[in-house]
């Protein structure tokens, strides 16, 4: 027997002259425009959801509170050395309680009391209400609220008597009527 070294293992898988290769070889270049389009849908529909969507809890004054953040721990020393202290609670999410106390453990009267409520999630839905001092007890201030939203939500107190400013904050959970209910 000869050996016929025109016939060789890499002349056996050559193409013959025929036309193309291997059937699947004819959807290699639509594996890449497929694998290319995925990829714009996907950023498409990355791109729509990040300009339709609410951008967040956004500081305005960013740099300016990160400038002035001395004169914050200067209050704060004040504050302290004060002695202020209060007692803050919300009732059944409808009803701001606040009471102010001297360093003595003697309530405040007539101090200009505010409440800011912060929605920590969504800068939206944030207002501000004055809480007014009861009638019959002096140094307990006191508002009605009307929560726009259930969730998580921070009250900030500020309160101002005789150039004296004393700040507390608190979370808290509020859950609306309706929401107890499943409604």
Partial sequence: MTYDHTKSAANENA??????GRPSDKWIP????????????????M????????????DPAAYERGVNYNAVLERRARQLASGWHSDLSLKG???ID??????????????????????PTYSGQDFTVVLHEKADMA???????DFPD????????????????????RRVVVELEENRDGY
């Avoid at 791109?47 to 956004?58: D, E, L, N």
């Avoid at 259930?150 to 004393?166: S, T």
């Fill in 150 to 169: 259930a969730g998580y939500w921070e009250i900030r107190i500020r309160a101002e008597k005789d150039g004296m400013l004393y700040q507390r904050h």
């Fill in 15 to 20: 193409p013959s002259g025929k036309k193309g």
């Fill in 139 to 145: 140094g307990q201030y006191a508002a009605a609220v």
């Fill in 30 to 45: 639509w594996y890449f425009v497929f694998f290319f389009l995925v990829i714009f849908v996907v950023d498409g529909f």
């Fill in 98 to 119: 606040f009471t102010l106390y001297d360093a003595e453990g003697i309530v405040v009267p007539e101090a200009f009391v505010t409440a800011e409520l912060v929605r």
């Fill in 93 to 95: 999410s409808r009803h």
């Fill in 47 to 58: 791109v729509y959801k990040a300009v339709t969507t609410h951008t967040g809890v956004v």
